[in-house]
């Protein structure tokens, strides 16, 4: 290669590396400025809703961000000590303290579609600060018990959960704790995918105070409970409800290839533990919306199999265990729910009016 094509070479590549460093600069301004879910914006952003919540304030918006790290921020700077806590799913972000007979300070800190193990999570974050909540509500969904679930949606609190596994096993436990830095996300392809959608959909609004949960976002509380929208709460009346039979579709997802009660042992370590700590533990199975549940019952065996094994794990530790995954039992209709999975207000305030907690 002879000295004018060494000087050529050299220039094409410089020319592409500019090329590809501008491209990144570009997008990672875009995603700066998008910020869809408020990482780099705190206005619209994490430290927003929780500073808004120890206020007082109901906070109305879009619930994509990064919930584990909401949570984190709701431990680490809450202004006094939380006594009672809910940790679950989605199907349990309808438990709100005014349906419970209790004096202790509260917070509801169930996220969308939480495995057992962010969970546990949560419960370490309690114990890196150095003190576990005195009741803890555990609202368990059959599918916690199918397999290991994938942690990877949880990156931002999985140290928690190894943390709460040393001290229930008195051992290192090998766990991936790799943690993306937000910046990462400037030039992160899957968040660079959101922020254009979220631009062409023109969804990308601030998180906002409200007054009232009759809006048309998701509204939490500042005991960490969530409404979901007007217009979700409200199909069911208005005749817009997805059929049952959608409900049995989406309960196949989550019930494909589940056969066996798994995570067991982590389970039960984990009640045993906490009741070793002084915490009391109480169970809470959210009921599935009549219709599907009826359609599921022969399909499904293995979600009533769990029921009846939760069932005799509380009475053989004598832990309260309130709810139950059949809707008959407390005379749920259809009309109370406006999913298959989730329920309206009446459902967790009829299930836990009466029990002094």
Known sequence: MGRDDKIKYKGWITYSLLVV???????AVFNYKVDSIGIFHTDKGLFFIA?????GKMVAGPINYNEGEFQRIIVEHSPSPIDMVVVGSSRGMGVRKRF?????TFFNHS???ATLEASMAIIGLYLAKGRLPRTIILCLDPWMFKEKNNLTKWQSIVPYYKKL???????DIDINLNRRSKYQELINLEYTLANIKAVKKKK??????TKTIEVNDFVREPDGSLHFPRGTRRERSEGTQPPAQLGVRGLEHYSKDFHAILNQRLFEDFVIYLRKQGSEVILYLSPIEPVAYERIKEKFSIIMEIENYLRHFASK???????SYDPKKYNFQSSDFFDYLHGDEIVAKRIFEGHQL
Request: aromatic fraction near 8%.
């Open 111 to 113: 996220m969308a579609a």
């Open 51 to 55: 500073s808004s919540l120890f206020e």
């Open 100 to 104: 419970l007979r209790t004096e202790k």
């Open 204 to 209: 990308s609004k601030k998180l906002y105070i």
């Open 21 to 27: 460093l501008t491209v990144l600069a570009m997008v």
């Open 317 to 323: 530790q004598s832990i309260q265990l309130l709810g």
């Open 165 to 171: 596994l040393i001290e229930i096993y008195g051992k």
